[in-house]
């Protein structure tokens, strides 16, 4: 178990040098440079120094990356070459690099070309959709025959509209006819909401008209600025859409002359982002005329490196010490690769404080029984390693993901190895195809045969977590000094647990067990108190913590969950089994099997990976990390090259001599 | 007389107890898991790569009508309805089969609608900080012991039960 050991640097050297030594460090990449409170620094030069750091300048280049992503990823809609999903990153070479930055005018021209190509397709897009909308609204028209221009003549007016469909046109017509025989109805059109008509009629019979119309609920439609007929409208819209049509694919066309750039473009992007994180680092640096200050932590390992390194290149002030006592410096963590993956547990809950251990090498080997109890199945564990292991290999995963990936590959091996000991190979799929003919025994014993056999494994399995749990207090109370407190603390609930643990067992183990319950919670009663000076008080503190036995019992009870997952794993394994057996041995029933045994194995592998992993967590978190540990470490992120798409190295920064 | 003597012969009995974990947990499991369902679509229409990590919250309500469908299937096989030959049961063997089916019955039901709340709750966290998922989940999880315990308390008794 180990946090790796920190060394504090500060740094002072000169104005001139400060880009090259800001290259060089993030070359090594192993330093992370603290923020620098400048009132308050440890070189006690308050009111001497100033921050460092450019805001604007970091704005811009956000402003340059942000342009160049938005270029990048709108190529990528372009699909030229399709990248693999875990695909590693490309490295560039110093002279693709060079190259790129001299010639970095040109990508700015290819940048800004195609945002103007861009910016004419969106408003080819507006138009082709204003014209849809046109054509939309005249096809009911279309047969209409008077050009849309004409409102009126000499001596009669033109009126077009819509009147529901529920309005009875036949009733208007004659209505029209009746009470202004100077008037011409036509009925353009009709849909399923309303009728499309046209009335012309003579200037004289204007208001009765007008009256009449609105009796049936006419509305007027009005086509203003369009001249001609509708169809001849319509035809001229869609002859304009087609040109657009035509106009867009030329762009694209255009644009993907430029696909080939989408490589540089992203060598120029990473590049931009290399550029923006130094000016940033400088904000957390501070200043005086001539020069700069820096202070921040890296690991011990590497102080000499980075101590000769600077110390033979450059004229400055350095100094490297270990971290002192109560400094939070960063944290690392380094396991071996057993133990590794399951950092990622200890990670999503909370990084260890600097003066705590790293729990991981105690956590692991828990994690790795508890996920297999869960899930218990040996055929299931084959398939998740199976899996997870290909993805391993496959793939090049990093960070987080490469950690759970290895971490449930690791899980899939308990949980075979489990489901070998329970005699569960995807249930008892051998049992149900073969009708009860065969079955493979399981090594140690059949919890459904006997749950009470394997909860009370699961307690002693939950009492030896929590134990562990305790004996880290234990050794970090010592570690500290804290040699009683840890004797009367955490010893004698050792007893305690043990031995009411042995009572249930009765006989003569039962009455050991009585016997070291009791020395332990008499030792409790005297020692519990000891901060009280009042010796009713301290007897009273005393009685009082044996109070927390309670607290002990839920602990461990709550690790029947190893059990009662354990068993449902397997009841929906022979569920999934029997469904699949139901139509029997003939071809259908065969083909039925197969479908149902894939399906419901998935489901129910997913499922219970997702339980074991919650649950196994839980007991790391609540039962085991409730008893010592306290976490609220802050990450080790060192300042280096960060890249997004291409692997960058090629920085101009020297090396120690 | 024919109808209760009918009603309450052990097989009618033990028959409600498997219905009810089935229908009461899974009730609960779905209105659950359609509660987180309802908060994870409200988050992943702001930010769609968050799917992954509250499809994973959506799933923690779902355990409890797994469970009710365990605990069915325990008593179904225990009386023969489900691989093997199906016994008859006197009208107090089927009352302890009801019973044993209320555990995770009823605290099936809460749980899944409690840790569903939880849950969604979890997704807001998801929201602000995603790197702090395994609290959110933590969180959930909390809850779901109940249930656990629900589970394991009516396995056991349906598996005490002599037929």
């Known amino acids: 178990m180990a946090i790796v050991k920190m060394d504090k640097i500060s740094l002072i050297a000169l104005q001139k040098d400060r880009n090259e030594i800001i290259d060089s460090l993030m070359k090594m990449g192993v330093v992370q440079i603290e923020d620098i409170d400048a009132d308050n620094s440890e070189n006690g030069l308050s009111g ?23 270029t990048i990823d709108y190529l ?9 999903f875990f695909e590693s990153k490309r490295v ?94 036509e009925k353009v059109n009709r849909d399923k909401d309303q009728s499309y008509i046209s009335v012309i009629y003579h200037i004289s019979c204007g208001d009765v008209v007008t009256e009449i119309l609105k009796k049936y609920g006419f509305s007027k439609v009005s086509f203003t600025g369009l001249t001609g007929t509708p169809a001849a409208n319509i035809a001229d ?80 002030v350095l100094q490297i010490r270990p971290s002192e006592e109560g400094e939070d410096h960063p944290i690392l963590l380094r396991n071996n690769s057993l133990v590794r993956p399951f950092e990622v547990i ?61 971490m449930l590959f690791f899980g899939g091996i308990s949980t075979f190895i489990w489901g070998a000991l329970f005699g569960g190979w995807f249930g008892n799929v051998v049992e149900a195809v073969t009708s009860g003919k065969f079955t493979i025994p399981p090594i140690w014993f059949n919890p459904l045969d006997d749950p009470i056999r394997l909860l009370i494994w699961s307690f002693i399995f939950g009492a030896l977590h929590i134990f562990a749990g305790m004996g880290i207090k234990a050794y970090m109370l010592i570690k500290d000094g804290h040699v009683l407190d840890a004797l009367f603390d955490i010893i004698p609930w050792y007893f305690v647990i043990t031995g009411l643990g042995m009572l249930v067992v009765g006989g003569i183990i039962g009455s050991i067990g009585k016997y070291m319950a009791i020395i332990g919670a008499v030792v409790l009663v005297l020692t519990q108190g000891r901060a009280e000076k009042n010796i009713i008080k301290r007897l009273f503190k005393g009685i009082l913590s044996l109070y927390g036995v309670t ?37 259908g029933g065969i083909i039925l099997f197969i479908i149902v045994f894939i399906i419901g194995t998935v489901f129910n592998i997913a499922i219970n990976a997702l339980g074991a992993y919650v649950h196994t967590s839980r007991l790391q978190y609540v039962e085991f990390f409730g008893k010592f540990y306290e976490g609220g470490g802050k990450g080790y992120e060192p300042f280096k090259i960060k890249t997004k798409y291409t692997n960058i190295n090629i920085i101009d920064g020297r090396q120690s001599k | 007389m024919n109808i209760l003597n009918a009603l309450f012969s052990g097989n009618v009995l033990a028959l409600t107890g498997a219905a009810l974990a089935v229908i009461l947990a899974g009730v609960g499991s779905a209105k659950g898991v359609g509660l987180v369902g309802e908060t994870a679509a409200g988050l992943v229409s702001e930010e769609p790569e968050s799917f992954g990590k509250v499809l994973l919250l959506q799933a923690l309500p779902g355990t409890q009508g797994i469970y009710g469908l365990l605990t069915a299937f325990v008593i179904l096989n225990k009386i023969g309805i489900v691989g093997g030959t199906a016994v008859e049961l006197t009208t107090q063997q089927g009352f302890l089969f009801l019973m044993a089916s209320l ?60 037929v």
């Not at chain 1, 693709?96 to 930055?101: A, G, K, S, T, V």
């Not at chain 1, 218990?376 to 960070?399: H, N, W």
């Not at chain 2, 899944?112 to 702090?132: C, D, L, N, T, Y």
Request: proline share 3%.
């Open chain 1, 48 to 70: 001497l120094i100033a921050k460092s750091g450019d805001e604007e300048k970091v704005i811009e280049l956000d402003t340059q990356i942000e342009k160049v992503k938005a």
């Open chain 1, 76 to 84: 990528s809609a372009f699909n030229t070459k399709k990248k693999g």
């Open chain 1, 92 to 185: 560039v070479e110093k002279n693709e690099l060079n190259e790129i930055i001299k010639n970095k005018s040109d990508l700015w021209d290819i940048i800004e070309n195609i945002d103007s190509l861009n910016e004419q397709l969106s408003l080819l897009r507006s138009d082709e959709n204003r014209l849809s909308n046109l054509i939309a609204s005249l096809e009911p028209w279309e047969n209409l025959s008077i050009p849309l221009e004409v409102s009126s003549t000499k001596y009669t007016l033109v009126s077009h509209g819509v009147v529901p469909v529920t309005v009875d046109a036949e009733a208007l017509k004659s209505e029209l006819a009746e009470l202004a025989p100077q008037s011409y109805i």
């Open chain 1, 237 to 316: 819209a869609k002859r304009q859409i087609a040109e657009i049509k035509e106009k867009r694919k030329n762009i694209q066309k255009k644009i993907k002359e430029f696909a080939d750039s989408r490589d540089k473009l992203e060598v120029f992007h990473d590049y931009l982002e290399i550029q923006r994180d130094k000016v940033k680092v400088l904000s957390n640096m501070a200043k005086t005329d001539k020069t700069f200050i820096l202070e921040g932590w890296l690991p011990s390992e590497k102080s000499s490196e980075v101590k000769s390194m600077i110390s033979q290149n450059w004229e400055c």
């Open chain 1, 346 to 406: 200890t990670e999503m809950y909370s990084l260890p404080n600097p003066r705590e251990i790293d729990p991981n090498a105690v956590m692991a080997p828990f994690y790795f029984v508890f996920f297999g109890m869960m899930v218990s199945d040996a055929g299931y564990g084959l398939v998740l390693a199976l899996i997870t292991g290909i993805m391993l290999k496959k793939f090049k995963l990093q960070g987080m993901a490469q950690k759970m990936i290895s």
């Open chain 1, 551 to 587: 607290g002990y019992l839920s602990d461990i009870l709550s690790y029947s969950r190893l059990l009662a997952l354990g068993l449902s794993t397997g009841v929906v394994a022979t569920v999934i089994n029997t469904m699949g057996t139901l139509f029997g041995f003939n071809i």
């Open chain 2, 103 to 162: 555990p995770i019955a009823i605290v099936g039901y809460l749980s899944a609608i409690a840790q569903a709340r939880a849950a969604a709750a979890g997704i807001g966290i998801v929201a602000k900080r995603p790197e702090e998922l395994a609290k959110a989940i933590t969180f959930a999880a909390m809850v779901e012991t109940y249930a656990v315990l629900a589970l394991l308390a009516s396995i056991l008794m349906v598996f005490g039960i002599k």
